[in-house]
């Protein structure tokens, strides 16, 4: 319910800024490799003021380096700035992936370590406050220390460090330097294995946003300081503070709670972060089925192997007495996304109802019933883009679960059927449930990937545009210009009998009924 | 580029400043802190393991079975000197009671403790001393002056140098 409702949002959310910034460029599919982008900025920024931070005097260094107006001032603003946009950027991320149900399954790992990369995110950013030692870490070091003595680690109560009978000894402030410092090594690990179950992973945005989201960030900072409190002062209860919302965004709460409510309540919700992987996956007998290779089709060909976005293929040596290696899927790490069914030239591999056998019997039966959309344009896409969203005819409209599932002799026979032209609608690149989709779709008819187009195929006939579900407005301009195009061409000619190739005799569908296609919104999986 | 382009363009280009103005001051967000609006007593110090010793001759029965030489001529035990805190303001009982032991039996007394009070001029009495009359020679503090709290203001009430409590205020 809950992710349905977010899901319309974001859906909604993104069809708006596909709109103004154009799908390749939208932010909010980027949002994992700008919080990466991010971290690099506090990387670089943070071996600058380490320079100039004394442990023996933290407000004085930070006032100095704040008196450095076109060095320190700036740097500590954009050492700050990219640490509040990776917060911001990592909720994004994390809230994406839960509303397109890529959460739960072979994608478990990745939830669970984005969960610690949170924490070490966060960990990070308060120990980067305490740093300054202004009455904003003053008052963060007291509610941690007293937030830390109602739990059992400690035999006597840390918060007497704060207390200000003595100063407060400098192990403290080098701990806390130890702490800001050691934790980003942690956050490398844990991105490491965030990633480890995908292939090719994407870790910066293309260099036109990169470069976009770096000067708006050091341009910000330039204009607006980062904010610095008076010095702390052991003696005097902080008044007026200034809170960073991304990091200190509970102090105002908890310093009025008992330390077990706000124990109990950040449990609560990690305990409940933590177990989405669970809570989100579907009944078992909705769980789409992995893919499976068949061993009699399979030439040993790698392509699927290669293509596979998850690492899910490996190739085995034959154990039929024939030559050579065949793929073997590994279940535990498919998502059934289907993109290898779009790699397969003999259609041997695949989600059952989703290799190429199966697409092939689907369409010829689609002609079968639609006879009158041969003169026409027809709509192939998948589900989750705007394709499954459109509300024009939808006898011209034939879907697929991913525009990487979608293989090649499909969009043959459809033109050689008597379509006017071939408009194949994939989700925005850098969005596709399955990661790689698009991209290799693209290959695959315009630039010789297996399973390729065949070349007899006449390409002005084939059109891909990116769309969003909501972004009909970029659907609809696409159309409208490929009509265009498609009337100055000669009309078409079906052929008399289309023979496609498939290598081996086409009754071999992989499973007799065609599993259930994707709706718009529906996020739960293939 | 047509005039529709630009428009856009330009929409996207305030939007995106807008959206990083926006997490900026989300960043810098001021807030006032209520507790500063009283003043606060605070008492802090810490004493090494106060115990009381005391020792009688072994019985029989925990001779039994120990070799001659390891005999012991007496057995001692250590017991903790249990601790009694008591804050009064203005004559009003803030606290009475034992004070609680950090960890083991025998380890040092802590005390931590803070008191949210109005501001304005106050009398503060504190007492901290053995609970038993036999702990005589144990350490024991005790204090009682007058204060003039400002918001925001900590009374800190501290052991000095010499071991005897005092109180210094924040300004
Ligand atoms: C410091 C924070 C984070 C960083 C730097 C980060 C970065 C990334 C990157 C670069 C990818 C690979 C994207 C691709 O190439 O397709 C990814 C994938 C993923 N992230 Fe994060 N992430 C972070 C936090 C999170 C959080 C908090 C969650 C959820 C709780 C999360 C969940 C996922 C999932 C499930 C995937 C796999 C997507 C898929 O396989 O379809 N991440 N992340
Ligand atoms: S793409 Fe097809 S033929 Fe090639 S290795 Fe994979 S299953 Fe075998
Ligand atoms: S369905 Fe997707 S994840 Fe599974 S093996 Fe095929 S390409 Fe890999």
Known sequence: MLKRLLGRVLQRTDGWVDRLYGSKWNPLYQSGALVVLCLAVMLVTGLYLIFFYRIGAPYESIVRIDG?????????????????????????????????????????????????????????GLTGYVMVWDTHGQLLAAEGARLLDALPLFSEPISRTFAGADPIPSAFFFMNLFLHIAVPVGIVIFLWLHVSRVARPVLLPPRPLLWTTVGLLTGVALVVPAALGPGA????????????????????????????????????????????????????DRRPAPSFASTRLCTGCEQCYTDCPYDAIRMVDREDGREGKVALVNPAACVSCGICAGSCAPMGVGPPGRTGRDQLSRVKEFVQRHPGAGGDMVLVGCGRSAAGAWAGDHTRRFLVSCAGNLHTSVVEYLVRSGARGVLIVACPSRDCWGREGPKWLVERLFHEREAELKARVDRRRVRVAHASAFDQWSLEGVMDKFATELARLDAPVGDDSIEVETECDLAESSTPQDSPLPRPGHTSGP | MSAATRARRSVALVLAIAGVLAMVSLSRLRWRNPDAE?????????????????????????????LPHMRPSEVC?????????????????????????????????????????????????????????????????AMDADVAAAPGDVILVAPDDTGRLGMSEGR
């Open chain 1, 68 to 124: 450095q107006p076109w060095g320190g001032r700036w740097i500590r603003a954009l050492h700050r700035y990219a640490a509040d946009g990776a917060i911001v950027a990592a909720v994004v991320h994390a809230l994406r992936m839960f509303c397109q149900g890529r959460s739960w399954g072979p994608r478990a790992l990745a939830w669970i370590s984005g969960v610690f990369l949170v924490f070490l995110l966060y960990v990070c």
């Open chain 2, 38 to 66: 009283a003043a606060e007593l605070r008492l802090s110090w810490r004493i090494p393991a106060p115990s009381e010793r005391s020792c009688r001759p072994p019985t029989e029965a925990e001779l039994e079975g120990v």
């Open chain 1, 233 to 284: 002062d052991l003696l005097r209860l902080p008044g007026d503070v200034t809170l960073d919302v991304f990091y200190t965004f509970w102090l105002p709460w908890t310093r009025s709670a008992a330390p077990g409510v706000a124990w109990l309540a950040a449990g609560v919700a990690s305990a409940v972060v933590v177990a989405v992987p669970l809570l989100t996956r579907p009944r078992a």
């Open chain 2, 77 to 141: 035990t250590d017991e903790a000197i249990p601790y009694r805190l008591t804050v009064l303001l203005d004559g009003d009982t803030l606290r009475s009671g034992p004070v609680a032991r950090a960890g083991g039996r025998i380890r040092a007394i802590t005390v931590y403790e803070r008191f949210v009070i109005a501001p304005g001029d106050h009398r503060i009495t504190v007492g901290f001393a053995p609970e038993t009359a036999s702990a005589a020679e144990a350490v024991a503090m």
